[in-house]
Nanobody, 126 residues
Framework: EVQLVESGGGLVQAGGSLRLSCAAS????????IGWFRQAPGKEREGVSC????????YSIDSVKRRFTISSDNAKNTVYLQMNSLKPEDTAVYYC???????????????????WGQGTQVTVSS
């Protein structure tokens, strides 16, 4: 059974940091890219960052590039999202997802990800 379990969310003040974890099981981790997505109230879900488990190539949206860092520990089948300098606009439910990209770079397009976690809430207070 494929499982993606997010953890590490919480309430933090603006300027603070959180590290999200996504623990994966039930599939061959090295064959997949893992993406982080977020959905704020009343907004569409958007891709934030992704990493290919095989070559560790990454992608991030411009609004988080200098603040968020994605990494993976293949021995633990876990992907992390280190979020620094958090802003109130980062408040959202954060989801991780797994998708197969082959030799292509991972993207933030939701439809390219087959498996999804349940999400973890991140709230940034001003």
């Amino acid at each position: 059974e494929v499982q993606l379990v997010e953890s590490g969310g919480g309430l933090v003040q603006a300027g603070g940091s959180l590290r999200l974890s996504c623990a994966a099981s039930g599939f061959t981790f090295d064959d997949y890219a893992i993406g982080w997505f977020r959905q704020a109230p009343g907004k569409e879900r958007e891709g934030v960052s992704c990493i290919s488990s095989s070559d560790k190539s990454t992608y991030s949206i411009d609004s988080v590039k200098r603040r968020f860092t994605i990494s993976s520990d293949n021995a633990k089948n876990t992907v992390y999202l280190q979020m620094n300098s958090l802003k109130p606009e980062d408040t959202a439910v954060y989801y991780c997802a797994a998708g197969v990209f082959g030799t292509y770079s991972c993207t933030g397009r939701l439809y390219e990800y087959a498996y999804w976690g349940q999400g973890t809430q991140v709230t940034v207070s001003s």
